[in-house]
């Protein structure tokens, strides 16, 4: 060992690897699983790999542009009492103008991801989906309206899963710390007895949900404009339809953060949030059952930000803040009739 | 740039011993200042002048205090003290202001050279070179280890008269010098990159629950999580610095020499943060009389000593707490060996496994009302108003358990005198040639932490 020097060898080839990939790693590399992800995912090596990977998919969608939101109780439009059975045969014949256009996109949508092991799915075949009729109104609700709701987001979710016992002894959760828009369906990070599985798996087999909440945007600030985001929200909610035929969708805003952390952070700050909320609720269409509601109304102070002492990192809740946020789902549920 | 940035590892350092070697014995000298001055000037390019002005003010003082001028000596560590506690009052109070890097640490290491040139230890002949060489030393100047000047006196590299030698004759104990530099520089990172950055991760999570939801069970976890990360993260630091000292041609300075082994506290500050405990000792203890005077001037000497170890810190209720409960754990320990050496010897492993990581968490959450939120979930005498998540503790160690337990294996001695003995074998070699790796993948997925004691 005296004459040969291993680890200068293996210190030069490193270098070399560096200088000429910059280490550069897939965005879902990760080196020990689960505590990987806590490192908060928010760093700009991310943000970097998601505008890449942005550009990419504006290149590719540049030969379909819109993607419309997937409709397959279409007939609620035209007769909003009536009580619907949504099958998958109907979704995929709907009446809506754009028809042509949303059999195309569906059918990708239906055979492209699960091709090989799922089945085509469908949804509440042999199943009938009460759909409770026009108009909706939004107000406030007891805690048992959330024994039929879904919760799908980020680590703030994740938290308020933990924290809020009383919101979950009723509602189930889909979260999970650093997830996107982009990921959310389609990652695996659901425990089953059979393993992980996604939450686009879970959607189509598991049960049919009359509410599903989502927050999610925190994670992706660093990358694609307000509009891209918009539309990629807009494809998770027509895949999510599509499963869910019968479930109220409710967007929630994405929660602000603390104004030292608006003030200092070039991505993470309130304006951009601001701008991602405004084109979240562009995506509201009540006859759509689709509503937009924002918890940062209960979170906020004066100028707009998450109240500081709500938070100890800045970014999410503490424990004990939750509560907040539960209060104000229960003020602003989505009830049928006036 | 600090020594986990990617720019340091693969730019500077290489780049940097290559004009080191490459430069005949004479000029290696300053190779060695303007590298370091441009290390500086990478992090903090604000406050180059003071640590120039510093260092010549100095280097004059330990000229002037040479013949054993006490007021000489006085007027210079004045000065030293003075611009520290000025700097430190400016960062603490003017918002904006960030406090220059690494000024605890290169002023503590003029004040030793001060001291050092008053007692005669440092020769006459000292040019102001070396001087200025040793004060910016790169690889000590952010973070320490608080060298003496007799250390960096030994740097053979451009004093030996074998360096004066054709490159080729000394091309291989060049290599063999690095090889053996890189085998702590990875050591240290892999110390600092896999474990201390992933427990870091879970301490921030604790705090952003809030402290008054804790679980108790996770709140002990958090303890030991914070008391490893402190440890490995600047552990690791340690073993860097020393790398890169050594591949200099400096000799390995110990910082840290296995403290969690200790079966007192006393003995835990004599093998933890060494440099630093040292030169309090040399600097301050033992010129107050040190424990010569009897048990109160003992008393008043340890708690002098301690105090301004908490203050070096900075003056903040966690850091006076955390030293006032250490000065309490070592007089207990001392009062206890005068009776009876047994019970003494368990009551101090009782302070090093359970004391100690306490006095962390004093040391990390820093104010009082904190502090007590925390403790009360530690021992809670009283139910909290938190809201406590009962599946927390299993999430944590099943998300964190693997960093957790390596943390605890590498607190056993054996596991590392075995390294210092068996770390130029081929097995071991393959591992850290993997840990490196590993490390690298690690810096480049999570981005960069800065150093923990960095802010110090």
Redesign the interface.
């Known amino acids: 060992m005296k004459r040969f020097c291993p680890l200068i060898i293996v210190f030069i080839l490193s270098a070399a690897f560096y200088v000429l990939t910059g280490f550069a790693l897939p965005e879902e590399f990760s080196l020990f699983g689960a505590a990987e992800d806590d490192l908060y995912a928010m760093d700009d090596d991310d943000d970097e790999l998601y505008v890449a990977e942005t550009q990419i998919a504006a290149l590719e969608t540049d030969a379909e542009p819109e993607i419309p939101v997937v409709r397959p109780g279409v007939s609620q439009t035209d007769a909003p009492e009536a009580d619907t059975a949504a099958d998958a045969e109907d979704s995929a014949v709907p009446e809506a103008p754009e028809a042509d256009e949303t059999q195309e996109t569906q059918e990708a949508e239906e055979t492209e991801p699960e091709a090989e092991e799922l089945p085509v799915v469908h949804p509440g075949e042999n199943t009938v989906i009460e759909v409770a009729p026009l108009p909706y109104t939004i107000g406030p609700v007891e805690p048992d309206y959330f024994a039929d709701a879904l919760f799908i987001g980020d680590s703030r979710t994740v938290g308020l899963g933990e924290y809020c016992p009383e919101l979950d002894a009723n509602a189930s959760f889909y979260a999970k710390v650093s997830l996107t828009v982009r990921q959310a369906l389609d990652k695996p990070f659901v425990e089953t007895a059979e393993g992980k599985k996604t939450v686009y798996e879970m959607l189509a087999n598991d049960r049919q949900y009359g509410k599903i909440y989502i927050m999610l945007g925190i994670n992706e600030l660093g990358g694609g404009t307000n509009e891209s985001f918009r539309e990629d929200f807009r494809e998770m909610i027509g895949r999510i339809r599509v499963l869910q035929p019968g479930a109220i969708i409710i967007v929630q805003g994405i929660m602000h953060v603390t104004g030292s952390k608006s003030a200092r952070d070039p991505n993470i700050n309130n304006e951009r949030i601001n701008g991602r909320n405004a084109a979240l609720a562009e995506l509201a269409d009540p006859k759509m059952r689709i509503f937009y509601v924002d918890p940062n109304e209960n979170l906020d102070d004066e100028e707009g930000n998450l109240r500081a002492e709500l938070s100890f990192d800045d970014v999410h809740l503490k424990a004990a803040s939750y509560g907040l946020w539960y209060e104000y789902l229960l003020g602003h549920g989505v009830i049928a009739g006036s | 740039m600090s020594f986990t940035d990617?720019d340091f590892?693969?730019r500077f350092l290489?780049a940097f011993l290559i004009l080191y070697y490459l430069a005949p014995a004479m000029a290696r000298i300053y190779v060695l200042i303007v590298g370091s001055v441009f290390f500086y000037a990478m992090a903090d390019l604000r406050f180059i002048p003071v640590l120039l002005f510093l260092s010549l003010w100095n280097y004059l003082i330990g000229k002037g205090a040479a013949n054993g001028e006490k007021t000489v000596l006085a007027l210079g560590v004045a000065a030293d003290v003075i611009s520290l506690a000025a700097a430190r009052s400016l960062a603490a109070g003017l918002p904006g202001f960030a406090l220059p890097l690494g000024i605890s640490f290169y002023t503590f290491r003029m004040i030793s050279y001060c001291f050092d040139s008053y007692r005669g230890k440092i020769p006459k002949e000292t040019t102001f070179t070396q001087a200025l060489a040793y004060f910016c030393l790169f690889p000590q100047i952010l973070s320490g280890p608080i060298m003496r000047y007799g250390d960096f006196a030994k740097i053979s590299a451009f004093t030996a008269p074998s360096e004066t030698k054709p490159l080729k004759t000394r091309i291989?104990d060049i290599?063999?010098r690095?090889?053996n530099g890189?085998?702590w520089f990875?050591f240290g990172l892999a110390a600092k990159v896999l474990l201390a950055?992933?427990l870091r991760?879970?301490w921030?999570?604790l705090?952003?629950?809030?402290y008054?939801?804790l679980s108790v069970p996770l709140a002990w976890l958090g303890a030991l999580t914070y008391s490893m990360e402190l440890y490995y993260d600047f552990w690791g630091y340690s073993m860097m610095a020393a790398g890169v000292g050594i591949m200099i041609g400096l000799p390995m300075i110990v910082n840290f020499d296995q403290p969690y082994a200790s079966d007192s506290v006393g003995t835990f500050y004599r093998r933890w943060h060494m440099t630093l405990g040292t030169f309090f000792r040399d600097y301050v203890y033992i010129p107050l009389g040190g424990s010569r005077g009897g048990w109160l001037k003992t008393v008043r000497n340890l708690a002098f000593v301690w105090l301004l170890t908490g203050i070096w810190h900075g003056v903040n209720f966690g850091y006076l707490l955390w030293a006032a409960s250490v000065l309490y754990m070592i007089l207990v320990e001392r009062a206890l060996r005068e009776r009876n050496s047994r019970i003494a010897a368990v009551v101090g492993r009782i302070h090093v496994l359970l004391g100690i990581p306490l006095t962390w968490v004093m040391f990390a959450v820093g104010d009082l009302e904190r502090i007590g939120a925390y403790f009360l979930r530690l021992f809670p005498i009283v139910p909290t108003?938190?809201?406590?998540?009962a599946?927390?503790f299993a999430k944590y160690t099943?998300?964190?358990g693997?960093?957790l337990l390596f943390s605890l294996v590498f607190l056993l001695p054996c596991v590392y005198h075995c390294y210092v003995r068996f770390r130029?074998?081929?097995p071991v070699?393959v591992i850290?040639?993997g840990l490196?790796?590993?490390s690298?993948?690690?810096?480049?997925?999570?981005?960069n932490n800065p150093f923990l004691y960095l802010q110090f």
């Open positions: 990617f590892i693969f290489p291989a290599l063999v690095v090889e890189l085998t990875i950055d992933h991760s879970l921030n999570t705090g952003g629950i809030g008054e939801s108003q938190g809201v406590v998540f599946g927390d099943s998300q964190y693997i960093y130029r074998s081929v070699t850290l040639s490196f790796v590993l690298l993948i690690s810096m480049a997925r999570a981005g």
